[in-house]
């Protein structure tokens, strides 16, 4: 990842602190470190963001984000009975509009002591989100079919975990569709992995725009948009 404004990318200092989180999750442990976690996890991902948005100015879906779009690392321990005070990952989203929308498709990162992972689409959106997608799916399958097809040509593929056993209600007469798999699926989302090699290598910022732009398809599939 380039330098920016003086930046360095992720380092040891980055994989020892979360490896440290994991174990002493607790206040007064994050209190004394809350330095390293600006300087090793909170500024190089900042930096991270801001070389991907430049990167994917011109790409089919151009995705942007800042710090904007980091999601904090405490957690919201209010309604859960893990009463751990802090995520042992940190994260971020890249989206259309710059912010933390996700109806227009996202670009998400998590980083952790091990690495982490990327992924790309939409996230569980809501019924009424979520209709005309499946939608387009039935009165063009062929175009559908073409966006998976894409997806395979980059070893990417719709992950299927979160996938209703039945047909979704209102879709019953289409059991026999042609891209039925599709039309049971409640997260439109492909991923890849962050090694932890690749989280320390110089083309860390590289590899991820190379994952957005062959997720291209499906983004603008979500987005509504056809072939660029």
């Known amino acids: 990842m380039a330098d920016v404004d003086g930046t360095q990318g992720f380092t040891s200092d980055t994989v020892a602190f979360f490896t ?15 330095g390293t976690y600006k300087s090793c996890v909170q500024a190089p991902l900042a930096a991270l963001l801001e070389e991907l948005t430049a990167r994917l100015s011109d790409a089919p879906v151009p995705l942007r984000g800042s710090r904007a779009t980091m999601f904090r690392i405490n ?3 209010r ?3 893990d009463k751990r005070p802090y995520n042992t990952t940190a994260s971020a ?3 259309p509009s710059g912010t933390k929308a996700e109806d227009a498709g996202l670009l998400y990162l998590q980083i952790g ?4 992972f990327m992924a790309a689409g939409l996230h569980s959106p809501a019924p009424a989100r979520l209709a005309p997608l499946r939608d387009r799916i039935v009165e063009a399958p062929e175009d559908f079919e073409q966006v998976v097809e894409d997806l395979g040509a980059a070893d990417l593929a719709l992950g299927t975990d979160a996938q209703l056993k039945t047909m979704p209600r209102g879709y019953a007469e289409h059991a026999e569709h ?8 409640k997260t439109f989302i492909v991923q890849r992995p962050i090694t932890a090699e ?3 290598s110089d083309d860390l910022a590289e590899r991820v725009e190379e994952f957005a732009r062959d997720a291209a398809p499906l983004l603008m599939f979500v987005a509504g948009r056809g072939d660029a």
Do not use: I, M, Y
């Open 198 to 200: 690749l989280l320390l």
């Open 75 to 77: 957690r919201d321990v």
């Open 20 to 34: 440290e989180l994991e174990q002493h999750n607790d206040a007064a442990w994050f209190d004394a470190h809350r």
């Open 93 to 95: 989203l890249l989206t």
């Open 79 to 81: 309604f859960s009975k």
């Open 113 to 116: 002591s091990e690495g982490g």
């Open 178 to 185: 042609p891209q039925a798999w599709a039309l049971r699926l």
